[in-house]
């Protein structure tokens, strides 16, 4: 009836995760408790849960990647004390536990810390940049964001119900398979990574469609916003790589599940094909990662240094070049699998090519602030660390880009200290970047600088002292992934990168902090005009929070930076372009479908994990019949009234008539 | 496609003639036309898969040359699927659609063949057998 599962599963012998367990527990009961205290299910339901408008569903997916970069972090202190305290020590986490926790780290922090705040922002700014109301599949967006949290939620069930892999984020076979990993760990990544793998396909094709499809008027492909060009460059690699995921990992579930020989070392199964596979998969993963975080900085440094960004259709080019030149770089994570020099060369010149692109995009950086205006606010300080951080993480990729050298680092701490060098450095700063940037846009005032300040400065600093050590500790000979040391000589290197995880939490507390502040002072913080930043692109034409309908009239775009065209005329001439004539705005209605086709596939997910076959016939068929219902629905869209058109839109245009009123009083932008 | 105020077809006459569409949202085809269209590229399908089963079970060309003429057929299969089922033509409407299958045909191309050359590599840093059995004497 329940299959494997059974009050065994739950791990009453392991302290540490039965009391993260109690205490999570604790804390979701709480929140739902005060929900339904408050009576705020109603409006959550409406206005959230079933909610089609794409800056909802980017602002959700913000919220899950943010608590999940939490829990991914907790694991790496674990990790990191835990190395500290197992010098010729037992430490404090056993073998299995610690495996555990290296591979929920990083599967979390990629796939479902990463992954859904990049998505998040490209479902938030896209369309708002394009001059667009929307995504061009808004329902479809729920969907696809539901199943990515549905994957998420798996992946932390396993922390209380059964385990997690202990296999390394890519479960390598022959270890992932039965004979060497007969428990539900390996399952659970298999099932949670491919329902939100489905999630972040179905979000891919719906960028590029909208990208593609939905531009307003005037807005050609090279008058696009960097970021949009971004995105579509990161979401064509996910409709190319993600299905190639998708059928490597169905393969490894089928050597689980049915006894199949893909990847077993008998019956003509090769495992090295599963390595293969899950890197063609895995390198455009990580562009696929900072191309949104490139586009993010191109945006901010033109925005701060008050200066069209230097190099507008070389950004283009080089985005284009990374985009199809990632497809053909995979072997460099497995040059020691064997493969002759032929193979080698080739991929270590292309992975060293790769970083041609990235070059162009970082002098394009530096020219755009050079003779420009440059205003060091919190946006800003990200990106310049930005800067330095991944140049740095860069070079030591060319180095690694090269098999021989390779061959010595290889699997070491130097390997991990460089991606986390780009990762950290490239992604993570370009979310705290971007969050810092268009916080504003999203909830209407600004964040607390001070805390926003000492949150870079904490994590800048903290970042370099945890992973400098690595770099030495690599090239010490120190292999990645010990659960235990017996090399005194490594501890001073292991005891300062504590240090630095220590300051990397203080970075957490004042991020936690600044937003704690800035909610509480947010009358103080508020943002009036929609444009406090003295934006260049379109998004900060609207309203912060822009109305559900973005645009009341859609924009008619004449060059390059849409909205600095726009504002400029508005300055010269002294007064706004005249009011347009309102028309009703047909929108989509809100759908319950996202989240109950996720909800199934969660149940789905957690009965294949546990081998509870009629539960996830069950699901299976009750996540397909939400579809069917779906198709069958006779209202697709509503019509907002001319009337609330225009309330929205005039009391736009009376708070931009008001920063026109105070610019030519003070001479200067806000 | 919800219709938000700027689906390309709603204002199609206002944009230049380059303007594209996705499949399934092209302006209205008539009726006939399009059943017309789907029953020639049935009836090229039926030929070219009946003329395989022919070929390779006739002797009606030189025999080792059969499987260079199925290949051909088989490629002539998927332009014939590409033309009257996708709807992939030269057409001015079309870039994105040729654009996408050049893309998808490109990233196919270097996962198999990057692959296949890669799987093919894997034992040229091995010890040769015969060392291997030596040493372990």
Known sequence: MLGKLGLSAIPFSEPIPLITSIIVILVALGVLGLITAKGWWPYLWREWITSVDHKRIGIMYCLLGVVMLIRGFADAIMMRTHQAMAIDAPGYLPPEHY?????????????????????????????????????AFPTFNSVGFWLTASGALLVNISLFVGEFARTGWLPYPP????TYTPGVGVDYYLWAVQISGVGTLITGINIVTTVLKMRCRGMSYLRMPVFCWTSLASCLLI????PVLTATLAMLTLDRYLDFHYFTHTAGGNPMMFVNLVWAWGHPEVYIL????????????????????????????ATLFICVVSLMVWLHHFFTMGAGAAVNTFFGISSSIIAVGTGVKVYNWIFTMYGGRVRFEVPMLWSMGFIFTFVIGGLTGVLLAVPPADFLVHNSMFLVAHFHNVIVGGVVFAIFAGMEFWFPKAFGFRLHEGWGKAAFWCAFIGFWVTFTPFYVLGLLGMTRRLQHINFPEWSPWLYLSVVGIAILIL???????????????????????????????????????????????????????AYWGIKLRAVETQQLAPEPDYRPIEMPVNSPVGICTAFFAAVFGFAMVW?????????????????????WRDVHEFEVPVREVARVDRARRAAREALLERMSRHGALP | MSNLGSDPHRHTDMLDGREDHAPGDEPEESAGHWVRNANLGLGFSVVLTVGAFLLAASDVIYPPAIPVALIVLAIAQMGVHLVFFLHITTGPDNANNVLALAFGILVVFLIVIGSIWIMDHLDQNMMPMEQMMRMQR
């Open chain 1, 99 to 135: 495996n555990q926790i290296f591979t929920a780290h990083g599967t979390i922090m990629i796939l479902f810390g990463a992954m859904p705040l990049v998505l998040g922002f490209m479902n938030f700014l896209v369309p708002l940049q394009l001059g667009v109301r929307d995504v």
């Open chain 1, 175 to 178: 270890l992932s398979e039965t």
């Open chain 1, 239 to 242: 409709v190319a790589a993600f």
């Open chain 1, 290 to 317: 900072v191309l949104p975080a490139f586009g993010i900085f191109s945006e901010i440094f033109s925005t701060f240094s008050g200066k069209p960004l230097f190099g507008y259709r070389s950004m283009v080019a």
């Open chain 1, 507 to 561: 970075g957490v507390i004042a991020q936690v902090m600044q937003l704690v502040v800035s909610i509480r002072d947010r009358e103080r913080l508020r943002d009036v005009t929609g444009d406090l930043w003295d934006g260049r692109s379109l998004e900060w034409a609207t309203p912060s929070p822009p109305p559900f309908f973005n645009f009341a009239v859609l924009p008619d775009v004449e060059g390059e930076e």
């Open chain 1, 611 to 631: 081998y509870i076959w009629w539960l996830a016939i069950v699901a299976l068929v009750a996540a397909f019949a939400g579809f069917v219902v779906f198709a």
